[in-house]
């Protein structure tokens, strides 16, 4: 299966890049590497509004083009899409909309007990989720009774530990259930959000659980919006944000001579959101 966020910035790229083609992608696992435990995880760094609009849609784009399973865990609870998601999916059908379930755990500890559970509810019959997504971790890791908003302590540490571990284990788990069921299925991914004390416009170090998360996360998308706005359109101002794929979860595959490929490297794009709230992609 291609990565989820390839796909959605390949899918809603602006139309004056939509023939340009990609040298570099978020790396897919193959079926033999699959299933480690840290292998295809993404960590969206940023702004909570843009990153809770990208993986609604990273969502609605899963369910509906490649027809898998969704996974998603969140403490906002969501009555309706937002207007970004209908300007790029303006008319889902129920039956794609069916395969995400959506769940609101209140504590870190359901969200614990919650992911957990998905070892068990794979028998007999239910297809498992092919993409987890976890919105806002910070919500849950700052919650009361694990520690002060203000001071990331060793215990937010540990939590974001074992939370992470707990995501990249049950994600190997749902992968191997996923290939015994269908040698051609791809393996289960895992996106999470997490804004900073810094995202966030606090002063201060960046957080420690940032540095706990990265040791979990293959590769890490930052949303920076340094800047600014475009130029007024004829219906507004349109926003503009830079996003940074990077991680060793990332290979560049150079030019068609030597195809070697390279660990490391960070991938550009950028996010333009209009006036009327559709969400376009630009690769940089």
Known sequence: MADILHVLFR???SRSDQTRALTASVTAPSSSTSSSSSSSSVLVLGDNS??????LLAAVTAASQLGIRVMFFTRTHIRRLPACVHKCVPSPSPESLKKIQFSYPRTVEELLQQIASLHESTSPCPA???LIIVDRLESFLCAPGVGSHSEFQSGEQSCAAHLSALLCDTAAFLTQVLEQRSSSAGPCRVIASFQSEGDAGQTGQESPVLDVLDR?????CTLDQSGGHEAATATGRQQVWN???SGRGIKETTSTTDCEEKPGVTQEWQLLINPNGLM???AV
């Open 11 to 13: 899918s809603f790229m």
């Open 243 to 245: 996003i940074y794929l």
């Open 216 to 220: 979990y996360f293959q590769v890490r």
């Open 280 to 282: 376009e992609f630009r």
């Open 128 to 130: 498992p989720p092919s």
């Open 50 to 55: 843009v990153s809770h609009s990208l993986l």
